[in-house]
Structure formats: C-alpha cells, structure tokens
C-alpha cells in the first residue's frame, strides 16, 4: 500500500525502517557515550588545555546541541528523516575524527561545535522515525532505549581496553568508524510517509485543533486529519499553521517538559557527583570509574522492555511514580554506603529507574504531539539538555560546599519528588494512562488444513485470552546473533588486555583453566571472572535458541 505520494505505508517496511534505525542508535550512542567520558582526559592529557578551555571545550558542544535541538525537530517534520539522521551521524563521525587529528583549543572546539549540531540531528529525528510506529506498538520507545544503552557499555568494554594499545587517537577513529556506517545505514534504510502525514498516533495522525490544543476527548493526540480522499494540505502548510511552532508546541508540552529538566537536572547532578566521589575519594581511575558504572548500563539495556509491560498493565503514572522512588533510593543508598562495590550495586537502581522513565517520556511527547513529532522531540531534548547543564552547575558547587551525605539527601529530595510531579504531568497532558500492549510480530500462517466443526460453547462471564504466537526463526536467528556478536566483541578486547578466559583454553593447561583460571589483582580477576560465566551463559543461549529453532521450523513446516 502506498500513500498519495507514492511512499509505501506496510507494516513490514514500517519495521525494517525502526530494525535499521535502532542498529544506526546502537552504533552512534555508544562513541557518544565513550567520547562524552573520555574528553576531559584526552584534553589535559593530549593537547594540554588547562581546566578552564576544558570546561569551554565541554560547554561549546553542549550550547550546540541545546539551541539546534529545536531547528532538527523542525526539519525532521518536513524533510526526509533518514537524510536528516544520517547528516546527524555524518558529523558525529567528524566530530570523532577531528578529535583525533586536533592539536589544539581551536582544533578541538571545532570538533566539538560538529558534535554538537550533529547530535541534535541525529537523536532528534531518530526519536521521530522510532514514533511512527507508535500506534501500532507502544514498545518502540524502550527498544530504542534498550539499543541505546546496549551500545553504550558495549562500546565502552572495548574502547577502554584499548585505549592503552592505540591510544585516544586510535578509540577516537574506531568511533568515527562506527557512526559512518550508522549513517550508510540510515540511508539505505526503507523510505518512510511523509513526516507530517505519516499514519500513527505520534507522527501524522492529525492536524491541529483550533490553536494547537488536543482536541477533547483524543486521549491529548491532535484532532484526526481529512478522511481519505479530502484536502490534505502540504507539509510547509501544516508547518506553518497556527499552533505548530516551537513556541506552541512548548507551551502545549510544557508540564511534562519541567518535569523532564526536573529529573534529568537531579539525575545529572548526581551523576557527576559520584563521578567526582569515585575519583578524588577513592582515587579510582577511567577504567575502574567506567567498571563502578557498568552494571546499571547493562541493567539499562536489558530492562526497558520489561518494565514497559508494567506500565501497560499498572499505568505509566505508577510506573513513574515506582520509578521515582526507586532513583530516591538509589542517592539515599549512596550516602550510608559509598564503597564502590555498593555502588556499582545500587547504580541498577538508578538504571532500572531511568529504563522506565524515559522511553515513557518519549512515549508522551509523541502522542501530545500530534503530526509534529519531530518539534515535540526537540523541545522535549532541549528540555533534558538544560536540565543536565543544571545539574553539572549544581554538582560542582555543591561538592564543593556540601558535605557528601548532605548532597545524596538533597539529590534523593528532588527525585523523589518526580512521584508526584510526573503523574501529575501526565493528567495535565491528557495522554492515556494506559498504552496499549505490544503488538507481537505475525507469525507464518501454516498450509489451511480442514478443521472440524467446534462444539458449541457455553457462554462465560470471563472472556479467554489468546496466547502470543511464538517468534519465527527469522526473528530467533537474527536476536541470536546479536547476542553473540556482542560476545564476540567483548571478547575481542579481553584478548587485548590478556583477561580472555577462552584464550587460556587453548594455551594453557586445559583442566586447570577449566576448573578455574584466574589473573592478579582485584580487577583483573573480577573482569576474567566474569569473561568466563558470559562465556557459559552465551554456551547455553545458543544450545536453548537452537532449541527454540528446531520448535519453530517444525511448527512453521507445511504438513503432508
């Protein structure tokens, strides 16, 4: 099927356009991650600028991306999003490089000046594509979640262990590798609607009513467009109405957008706390401080699916308000134990908090607002960048002037006010409550085979519910080996810093290194350690999911 502009609308296009967009935000947000961790190193060690340029350097990318934000989301509503995220990824892979060819201030601020615009572009519109296929599937948002955080740590385990082989040059180059065929990606991805007329809750299921206000009675989602066959004014029309500037579409989103610059201002002030705890109290260097974070990405990556299913059975705003607890708990935790054991323990609460929240927040955005998703996105990062550029101010003061129990208190203040404030946020917006369910993926219809006649059924007071088909094989293949690229990599640069368990197989004693194996020291145990049980673990994965395969083929096989 295609629209009146000739672009196709199928179901099965729609999700091979999120699969590439999804893949293109692993391969992107993991060298963001790692290059927002690694700069200030790289700038005092490579290029010796002083702490000052540092922070200048730091506040040139961020001022960037905080005023382009709202511009992407204008051009994510009106041009073609896959150019639009790909220029995003294109100059991510610049700013990359220019990092490692910069000598100096000048150099590197251009490189970050790159950053900064291209990721306003990139996570803008990547948002907007995720969002059309919102009506369809309310979990598009946590799988864009997920694919974020999952190349986050993955590209972390790697970059830092090599960091000492190929030096900051070396890891920046690899990231730049890594974006350009993000954006090779997203080119080739499968053309979508036009963005202001796509169908779907989040991206052009409606046009605006009266000033921009959802119309009463859609749940916060804009008034429905012409029915088919009537006038639909074009894009730059639609863009130009009244109501559908930046300024309207922020006054319409604004309660969740202070709640938004709320969680993410106390969400970063304690981010860079434990940062500067970890480093000047327990002296802990870029690999440890990055190991202390490692377990809450992972649990980041891994939960936002599941905790979904919460939301659409209990309702986002409990979701919330359990989700602002939880991060209350987590800085109350820090300030009675602040070993980094602990706090690489409690740093899962903080991530499973963060895995519920956010793609709940992006959820909300799309549907209040209405054709316009590409501008809800960037007022909606607009609002969270701000916040963060709060929330390093209010860290760097306080843990100058605050004791470190003090701090973790007043952080646990603000984010346990988020269970009031963000339900309260919601009900404001008018968007439902409850999402619906995650639509599985159709499975293969088997050969029509002749059924008997059911015998007839006594009516019953509770309705049945039909179980969820089963994954294909396609779908089984393809997560498998994911997973076990993922191991592959990771085990790639546990070769490189000599902490490979599956390395010791083949060169040392077999038994011996079967029945344990180990390395000195405290870390470098912990890291073959835990080489060694994903290692079992991805054993028994691919035994299970073959398993599961063999099920699958015999179900979808023609009969006789």
């Given at each position: 099927m295609t629209t009146d502009t000739g672009q196709p609308t199928?179901?099965?296009?729609?999700?091979?356009?999120?699969?590439?967009?999804?893949?293109?935000?692993t391969l992107t947000n993991g060298p963001n991650e790692l290059l927002d961790f690694l700069l200030p190193l790289w700038a005092g060690a490579a290029i010796g600028l002083s702490a000052t340029e540092t922070g200048i350097l730091l506040a040139v990318e961020l001022a960037l991306s905080l005023f382009v934000r709202p511009l992407a989301g204008v051009l994510a509503d009106t041009r073609d999003r896959r150019r639009v995220a790909a220029a995003g990824a294109a100059l991510y892979a610049a700013s990359a490089a220019g990092y490692a060819v910069?000598?100096?201030?000048?150099?590197?601020?251009?490189?970050?000046?790159?950053?900064?615009?291209?990721?306003?572009?990139?996570?803008?519109?990547?948002?907007?594509?995720?969002?059309?296929?919102?009506?369809?599937?309310?979990a598009v948002f946590p799988r864009l979640f997920a694919a974020q955080e999952t190349g986050s740590w993955a590209a972390f385990v790697p970059g830092l262990a090599l960091l000492p082989g190929i030096d900051y040059a070396g890891v920046f180059l690899l990231c730049s590798a890594a974006c350009l065929v993000a954006a090779v990606l997203l080119l080739r991805a499968p053309a979508g609607p036009p963005p202001a007329a796509a169908p779907g809750t989040g991206t052009g299921a409606a046009a605006p009513a009266g000033?921009?206000?959802?119309?009463?009675?859609?749940?916060?989602?804009?008034?429905?467009?012409?029915?088919?066959?009537g006038p639909v004014p074009d894009a730059a029309a639609r863009g130009n109405?009244?109501?559908?500037?930046?300024?309207?579409?922020?006054?319409?989103?604004?309660?969740?957008?202070?709640?938004?610059?709320?969680?993410?201002t106390a969400e970063a002030t304690l981010s860079l706390l434990l940062l500067l705890h970890l480093q000047r109290e327990h002296d802990l260097d870029a690999l440890n401080i990055a190991l202390v974070f490692l377990p809450g990405a992972i649990a980041m990556s891994l939960a936002a699916e599941p905790?979904?299913?919460?939301?659409?059975?209990?309702?986002?705003?409990?979701?919330?308000?359990?989700?602002?607890?939880?991060?209350?708990?987590?800085?109350?935790?820090?300030?009675?134990?602040?070993?980094?054991?602990?706090?690489?323990?409690l740093w899962i609460l903080s991530g499973l908090s963060w895995a519920a929240v956010m793609p709940i927040q992006q959820a909300v955005i799309a549907e209040a607002s209405g054709p316009h998703t590409g501008r809800g996105m960037g007022v909606y990062e607009s609002a969270g960048l701000f916040g963060a550029l709060v929330g390093a101010l209010a860290a760097g003061w306080l843990y100058d002037r605050a004791d470190w129990t003090v701090c973790c208190l007043l952080a646990a203040a603000v984010l346990a006010s988020g269970a009031v404030i963000s339900p309260a946020a919601l009900r404001r917006l008018g968007v439902s409550d409850l999402p619906p369910a995650p639509s599985p993926a159709p499975a293969p219809e088997p050969a029509p085979?002749?059924?008997?006649?059911?015998?007839p059924q006594p009516d019953t007071a509770t309705p049945t519910r039909e179980p969820e088909p089963e994954p294909g094989p396609r779908a089984l293949a393809r997560a498998l080996a994911q997973r076990v690229a993922l191991f592959a990599l990771a085990q790639l640069a546990l070769l490189a810093a000599d902490l490979s368990w599956i390395q010791d197989l083949f060169t040392e004693d077999l038994l011996a290194t079967l029945n344990g194996g180990h390395r000195d020291g405290d870390l470098a145990r912990w890291i073959y350690g835990a080489g060694k049980i994903w290692t079992y673990l991805v054993l028994a994965d691919l035994l299970w999911t073959g398993w599961k395969l063999l099920r699958a083929r015999a179900r979808d096989r023609p009969g006789p």
């Open positions: 199928d179901s099965g296009r729609g999700r091979r356009r999120e699969r590439a967009t999804l893949l293109a935000a910069a000598t100096g201030p000048l150099s590197a601020c251009l490189a970050a000046a790159l950053g900064g615009i291209g990721g306003a572009l990139l996570w803008v519109t990547i948002s907007a594509i995720v969002s059309e296929r919102l009506a369809e599937d309310s000033d921009g206000a959802p119309a009463p009675g859609t749940g916060g989602v804009l008034a429905p467009a012409p029915a088919s066959g109405a009244p109501g559908t500037g930046i300024a309207a579409i922020g006054r319409r989103l604004r309660p969740m957008l202070l709640a938004v610059a709320l969680t993410m905790l979904h299913r919460y939301a659409v059975r209990f309702g986002r705003s409990r979701v919330l308000a359990a989700a602002a607890l939880s991060g209350a708990a987590f800085a109350t935790g820090l300030a009675l134990v602040p070993h980094p054991y602990a706090i690489a323990a085979t002749p059924q008997p006649e059911p015998a």
